[in-house]
């Protein structure tokens, strides 16, 4: 699965390790991805990936 958020859409940005000599080379920040399971009508349950700055809007909002 990919390091995505199922909500907001959040997925690893790209950027650069810049050395003091300027050396450039890649590196990646990866969203913060917690796991949630949650109960669908029918009684079973789906687990879905949501950042974590998601789930503190979430809890905020309710």
């Known amino acids: 699965m990919a390091r ?3 909500i907001t859409g959040k997925s ?6 810049v050395s003091h000599a ?3 080379t890649k ?3 990866l969203p913060n991805l ?3 399971r949650i109960a669908l009508e029918d009684g079973s349950s789906i687990k879905v990936k ?3 700055s ?3 809007t ?3 909002s309710s």
């Open 4 to 6: 995505r958020c199922a």
């Open 12 to 17: 690893p940005m790209v950027g650069n390790n």
């Open 22 to 24: 300027n050396n450039k």
């Open 27 to 29: 590196k990646r920040s």
């Open 34 to 36: 917690r796991t949630l």
């Open 50 to 52: 949501v950042a974590a």
């Open 54 to 56: 998601m789930l503190r």
């Open 58 to 60: 979430l809890k905020k």
